[in-house]
């Protein structure tokens, strides 16, 4: 455990973060810098897999059953889909997206399976890594706590090529964009060609989540499937082709 807290805390100096910010984004120069942030980024990844702070040192109640963290990080990927948490079925395969929401997404962002799992292409990286577990309704519950704080920001400092992100859900629009999320998911969503025209780093679109839970939003809100997703599937192509 205290290596887990220490690793998530200060794997990364200031030095290695400014090395790792000069890897070239385009070009053919493919120094010894890309390999070396492909190897921290793999044993990086290994130890965030190996994670049990949810279990050990909880915020709050423990995970109700044993971790099974499931991500995706790239070092080469432009594209971070930065979703909200494993489902059930995705617990099980350690694969995200292996549901009809992943069949939905691909649909949405104009994509072949083979593209989607294309590690080269696209990151996936959620706010939180394990299946949290379902309320009495039967629904999932939110994003485990302890994930994001211990792990997202030197995930993101060893992914120096993603350009743009997508922050599915209300969670990762909170940690992605700041003050610049709306009050409603419906209203940062509405927003999007201001929130696509912010100034800063990465481009940024927001997405509602593609659950099955959500066809009645899709349904009361018809610009989103109007407006954005052609603009969204041209943008994911412009970066795939």
Same mark, same amino acid.
């Given at each position: ?9 200060? *794997? ?15 070009? *053919? ?46 070092? %080469? ?5 930065? %979703? ?28 072949? *399976? ?59 629009? *909170? ?58 599937? %041209? ?7």
């Amino acid at each position: 455990m205290r290596q887990c807290v220490a690793l998530a805390s200060g *794997s990364f100096q200031p030095t290695e973060r400014r090395r790792l910010a000069m890897i070239p984004k385009n070009g *053919s120069r493919f120094s010894d810098e890309i390999m070396v942030n492909e190897d921290a980024l793999e044993s990086f990844a290994a130890t965030v897999r190996a994670c049990r702070i949810c279990v050990e040192n909880p915020i709050g109640k423990r995970l109700p059953h044993e971790p099974r963290p499931v991500l995706r990080p790239s070092s %080469s990927a432009r594209i971070l889909i930065a %979703s909200q948490a494993p489902g059930t079925k995705v617990h099980i395969t350690g694969m995200p997206f292996t549901d009809a929401s992943g069949d939905r997404l691909r649909s949405w962002l104009g994509v072949t *399976s083979e593209e989607f799992y294309d590690i080269e292409k696209f990151a996936i990286v959620p706010m939180g890594f394990c299946f949290p577990g379902q309320d009495a309704k039967g629904g999932d519950l939110p994003p485990r706590r302890e994930c994001a704080p211990a792990w997202r920001a030197p995930l993101m400092a060893l992914m120096p090529r993603i350009d743009l992100v997508l922050t599915i859900g209300i969670y990762a629009q *909170s940690w992605h964009m700041g003050a610049a999320r709306r009050p409603s998911l419906t209203e940062t969503v509405m927003d999007w060609r201001a929130i696509w025209n912010a100034p800063g780093g990465h481009k940024v679109l927001p997405l509602p989540h593609p659950s099955w839970r959500n066809s009645g939003w899709l349904k009361k809100n018809p610009w989103f499937e109007m407006d954005l997703l052609p603009f969204l599937r %041209s943008e994911i192509r412009y970066r795939l082709d």
